[in-house]
């Protein structure tokens, strides 16, 4: 059975572009997570859906990012414009109800806003 | 809010036992994980407790004692593969916090 499955997994962009960052969770998880990560802040959990829906989104660190889940086996988190403080690895995880302490993670997408 | 503690590095050598330490602050906690991030790579689920006690896991065990707001994760028989960042995470509801890391070195 596949991962979860991020794309892409390195993005440099420049200072004032949009970014959109993909993630495919495993088929039948019904909890997808957006975290993010670096050095100072460690992992950073940014939003997170139950069946498609957000229900906390208060680690969003500002309107310049949004999050969406479509459908059960796809969810996008964009940053528009981006800046140089967004540069991190942004972790998408998934997880079944009942197990919400075992979480899996795609491989991470590195973004390098310059 | 929730709040997570564990010490930042730790180092042993091959062949030891290892515990790293985790004291929480959190309303509405149901359950302690432990998680394992190599360089570069993704974390990667360890154990998890939802009830006090040690749950064994091959050379992983994990503790957790909710009266004191503690746990701990101990590795026996310390390989050179052991050496990366460990996670202990919380949860509340569908929503999992984690604590800063504890990097792993383990020597020759």
């Known amino acids: 059975d596949a991962g979860v499955i991020q794309s892409p997994r390195h993005e440099v962009t420049e200072m004032g572009q949009e970014v959109t960052l993909r993630c495919k969770p495993i088929?039948?998880?019904?909890?997808l997570f957006w975290y993010r990560q670096t050095m100072m802040r460690g992992l950073e959990l940014l939003i997170y859906f139950n069946n498609n829906v957000p229900i906390d989104d208060s680690g969003m660190p500002e309107d310049r990012f949004s999050a969406k889940m479509p459908n059960a086996s796809f969810s996008t988190l964009k940053i528009q414009p981006s800046e140089p403080r967004d540069s991190a690895v942004y972790f998408c995880a998934s997880s079944l109800t009942g197990r919400a302490g075992e979480l899996f993670f795609g491989e991470g997408s590195r973004l390098t806003v310059l | 809010g929730q709040s997570l503690e564990q010490p930042s590095e730790v180092t042993a050598v091959e062949g030891a036992i290892v515990q790293i330490n985790c004291t929480y602050q959190?309303?509405?906690?149901?359950?302690l994980s432990w998680y394992q991030q190599h360089d570069g790579g993704a974390p990667t689920f360890l154990s998890y407790n939802a009830l006090d006690g040690l749950e064994e896991t091959g050379r992983f065990s994990s503790f957790l004692s909710r009266s004191d707001s503690y746990g701990y994760l101990l590795l026996q028989e310390l390989q050179m593969k052991d050496s990366a960042s460990y996670f202990c995470a919380g949860g509340q509801g569908g929503k999992l916090i984690f604590g800063q890391g504890t990097e792993l070195s383990v020597k020759p």
């Open positions: 959190t309303s509405g906690f149901y359950g």
């Open positions: 088929s039948g998880h019904d909890y």
